[in-house]
């Protein structure tokens, strides 16, 4: 009689032999599937706008708006480098537009906001409706309707563009088409839906124009840095955020679209915050002035100065903590309306 093969042989044996039937034990994995705690593969990453810029600009020597669609380039997490992805499930790009360029029609089931960060004049056209671009407005492509971008007036115009790329390819839920027309017909004054929607106020009839997203299609930085800067004065200072506030669907109250929640804040001149972490991975876009920021997460650190046109992510869990000698304004984005929806925010403010 042989010896009983020990324990371990016996389970390598058992692995080997039900694998090509794509059979694997739970057991050597759970810790890894349901960690105590959110664990990413993302690393915080930060992109100085002088140094992309020059990249930016020799794009817009190699190839035309209308050659590569959308003339982007993507800012990629350095741990998912390939994925086209900022954070797990949010994508973000630099997108360049030149004057007389038109950027062609098309839909798709993503999500999509643009956050002006240098340049005026270039317009995007929603569903009919052109919107002026102007440095700081922060601006809407809702789900599923056409969309265009061109450039009549006179200098490089650059946005971020934030989508939810990722999370619509995990969900395998992406549809896209291009339109017949370069530039969609024009049947709105610029405007319209500002004036309609804008104003604290709402049609008395009619459904919201796109379901679940924000029939506002551009939130003028005018408009949102001068709530900013009152709430600055006149009320209490949030020590974690300074003054910040989200935008909203004025129609739910809720976040201008289903996957992504967007935020302004304004730190005042000799801000030094607190340290707070959330699920939601976010991307920072500097607008005015400059700080610090500070991102931790078990031993690891990373610090970075920052300035106007900058870019940068903090991943999901962890600590960010925010300075300001000057003072600054930053414009941020994360899936944040996701995790609510499913009822897995979590958010530790320390102190
Ligand atoms: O402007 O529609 O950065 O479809 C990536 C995919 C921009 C856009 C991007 C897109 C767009």
């Keep these: 009689m042989n010896a009983p093969l020990p324990t371990a042989q016996l389970r390598q044996q058992l692995y080997r032999d039900m694998d090509p039937h794509n059979l694997t034990p739970l057991w ?22 002088d ?19 959308r003339r982007v380039l993507i800012l990629e997490n350095p741990k998912l480098r390939g994925q086209s992805a900022v954070t797990q499930s949010l994508y973000a790009g630099l997108q360049l537009i030149l004057p007389g360029e038109v950027a062609p029609s098309h839909r798709h089931t993503q999500s999509a ?28 492509t809702p789900s599923w309707t056409w969309h265009d971008h061109g450039h009549e007036a006179r200098d490089p115009v650059v946005w971020l563009d934030g989508l939810d790329i990722p999370m619509i390819r995990f969900f395998d839920a992406g549809f896209a088409q291009n339109d017949t027309s370069k530039s969609q017909q024009v ?39 001068e709530a900013l800067e009152r709430l ?51 991307v920072y876009s500097v607008v005015e002035g400059e700080g610090e920021v500070t991102v931790s997460a078990g031993e690891q650190e990373w610090r970075c100065a920052f300035g106007p046109r900058d870019h940068f992510v903090v ?37």
């Design 232 to 282: 600055e004065r006149d009320a209490p200072l949030d020590a974690w955020d300074g003054t910040k506030l989200r935008y909203v669907n004025p129609i739910t109250g809720g976040w201008p679209m289903p996957t992504i929640g967007t935020f302004l804040q304004k730190l005042p001149a000799g801000f030094a915050g607190q340290g707070s972490r959330q699920t939601d991975g976010a």
């Design 187 to 225: 049947t709105r004054t610029e405007g319209t839906s500002f004036a309609r929607y804008g104003h604290n106020m709402a049609p008395v009839r009619g459904a919201a124009p796109h379901g679940r997203t924000s029939p506002i299609f551009s939130y003028p930085y005018e408009r949102s840095r």
């Design 315 to 351: 991943p999901s869990w962890h600590t960010a903590r925010f300075s300001s000698e000057k003072g600054c304004v930053l414009f941020s984005f994360s899936d944040r309306p996701v995790h609510e929806a499913l009822g897995i925010h979590h958010e530790e403010r320390l102190s």
């Design 113 to 140: 906001l643009r956050f002006i960060v240098e340049g005026s004049g270039a317009y995007t056209a929603v569903d009919g409706e052109r919107t002026t671009m102007r440095p700081g407005d922060f601006i809407i």
């Design 28 to 49: 050597e994995v759970l810790h890894a599937l349901v960690p105590p705690q959110p664990r990413t593969p993302c690393v915080p990453a930060f992109w100085r706008y």
């Design 51 to 69: 140094e992309v810029r020059p990249y930016l600009m020799r794009a817009g020597e190699v190839i035309t708006a209308e050659e590569a669609v």
